[in-house]
């Protein structure tokens, strides 16, 4: 098993020769690739190359065709009892926010600890509860916009609002499907500052997809790159040259071409 | 870009213009066919028998001017009746929106589980192509005279509707948030309270109480068959000829309907307020 170069540490997730169909279509191929604790790793790789179905497959929502996901203290990911017992302790924030338009922001952050309720308690939210989300909310700088309804959110806030109902669950896992793609560049190095301090601070693995590569540079420790559903880069975020970019983004190929063209 | 041959670029470019003809060809056919069910609709009714209009004005404006001025001097026996329907139409609204929700999950193609959906459907439908006015007369014969009866039959014709209004709605509801629930270990049943329903309410409530209005009309009609209210006294009115009656009563029945729809909107704006 291929283990990454810069994962000294004991591997909080761990995906075996994983393979996701979707529809007809393999999306991902024999995946192998661990990802360390009190980390942060990039995944990159052009459109459809299938970054979104890893993160799916990383928190349950698409289940693989053949190989295993596991995680550590929990173990395999192939029953209902362990994949709620590894989806508890994980968070996700999606591409498309996934937020609920006509509940306001700190409602919205509240969604994230839904599992710490029963779903036919007629209860309001707990106080303790309330105050958690409305924490959260401050960490992304939208506490003023605690009360708001989301569809009069901008695309940005609502990114936000999606990032604080991830980081109230205080997760040991961390997933983003491009996080700050609708955050401006500023607040985006803000954010990314707030996951570095999070990892900083232990017990947290976090995992994002990310099309901007200056940002992954800079923010993660390791990258991954992705090019037709298989790793084909794998290493330290500082190894990730202009060669290796070449590999795997390769905007002058033809499109029926194998490999990259020399620029 | 480059790589595709000219040729087969061509070719591509003349099947998008091609699909572009077919979309119009098939839009033409489609009207033809609409214009004809509809005239065909028109001529089985013998909409086109001119013979069939003669001295149809004038027996209207008879009845009509029968009618002029409304007689409003039994109008202290009214509360009683009015009442009634009111109550059937209320009563009858929640027993239909209590048995349409369960329903409607069940039925529900995207929530319910797979084999039920169908069985459910069909029973829906059964109890909504069971006219209202037969529900009333089995329920008049099952538990006799009154406002009784009336709430059960518009709650069986209702839940017909309710039901399958409500499977639509949870059908097109977003799956995104749902998702997002289920990534982080929440239940189905709690998918449904904290992302499902928080999305469907407003329109729930919508058709609800469009059904309760609606209600409020069918229970009038359901007087005919001795279920009581409003519409046994129009009924009456109508079979001693005492049109100027009728007219008074049905201005009340315009009046509460009125009000109703007032009182809806005004639950409505609540309820979409959220701040």
């Known amino acids: 098993m291929p283990f990454s170069v810069t994962s000294p540490q004991l591997a909080t997730v761990t995906v075996e020769r994983l393979t996701v169909r979707r529809g007809n279509r393999t999306v991902l191929h024999e995946l192998s690739l661990s990802f360390a604790e009190d980390s942060i790793t990039a995944v990159v790789g052009p459109s459809g190359v299938g970054k979104t179905t890893l993160m799916g497959a990383l928190n349950g929502l698409l289940r693989p065709s053949d190989g295993a996901i596991s995680m550590a203290g929990i173990g395999r990911l192939d029953e209902a009892g362990t994949l709620r017992e590894a989806r508890r302790r994980t968070a996700t924030v999606f591409q498309n926010h996934a937020l609920i338009d006509r509940l306001s922001a700190l409602d919205n952050v509240l969604l994230g600890l839904a599992d710490s309720r029963h779903p036919l308690s007629p209860l309001p939210w707990p106080r303790a509860l309330r105050e958690r989300a409305a924490r959260a909310l401050d960490e992304v700088g939208l506490l003023g916009r605690a009360t708001t309804r989301i569809d009069r959110l901008s695309g940005g806030e609502r990114q936000r609002v999606g990032i604080a109902r991830a980081l109230v669950r205080c997760p040991r896992l961390l997933l983003g499907d491009e996080p700050f793609a609708s955050v401006d560049p500023a607040l985006a190095r803000r954010l990314a500052e707030e996951f570095r301090r999070l990892v900083a601070r232990g017990g947290l693995t976090v995992i994002l997809v990310l099309h901007q590569l200056q940002m992954a540079r800079t923010l993660a420790d390791r990258i991954v790159g992705l090019a037709d559903g298989r790793v084909a880069f794998d290493g330290p975020a500082a190894a990730f040259d202009a060669a290796a970019e070449n590999r795997i983004f390769p905007s002058h190929a033809p499109l029926d071409g194998q490999g990259p063209v020399s620029p | ?275």
């Open chain 2, 1 to 275: 870009m480059t790589a595709i041959p000219t040729t087969s670029k061509d070719a591509e470019l003349a099947a998008v213009l091609d699909d572009g003809r077919r979309r119009v060809l098939s839009g033409v056919a489609t009207t033809v066919v609409l214009v004809l069910v509809i005239a065909g609709a028109f001529a089985y009714a013998n909409a086109f028998d001119l013979e069939r209009y003669r001295g149809a004005v004038s027996t209207i404006l008879t009845l009509a001017a029968d009618s002029f001025p409304p007689d409003f001097s039994r109008w202290q026996l009214w509360g009683r009746p009015l009442l009634e329907t009111l109550a059937m139409s209320i009563a009858g609204t929640v027993l239909a929106c209590m048995a349409a929700l369960p329903l409607g999950i069940l039925a529900a193609r995207t929530i319910g589980p797979t084999w039920c959906g169908a069985p459910i459907r069909l029973l829906l439908n059964t109890v909504r192509s069971i006219p209202g006015l037969v529900w009333g007369v089995i329920f008049v014969a099952a538990v006799g005279f009154g406002p009784l009866p009336g709430v059960f039959a518009l709650a069986c014709h209702s839940t017909g509707m309710l039901g399958k209004f409500y499977a639509e709605i949870l059908e097109h509801v977003d799956p995104g948030p749902g998702d997002a629930l289920r990534s982080q270990g929440v239940s189905r049943l709690g998918v449904l309270r904290f992302s499902v329903v928080p999305q469907i309410l407003p329109r729930l409530v919508d058709v609800t109480l469009y059904r309760w209005e609606h209600n409020v009309r069918a229970a009038t009609v359901l007087g005919v068959v001795g279920a009581g209210g409003l519409g046994l006294e129009i009924i009456t009115a109508f079979h001693l000829f005492e049109y100027r009656e009728a007219l008074a009563l049905i201005i009340v029945l315009l009046g509460l309907v009125t009000a109703i729809d007032f009182l809806g909107a005004w639950i409505r704006g609540r309820f979409l307020r959220q701040e």
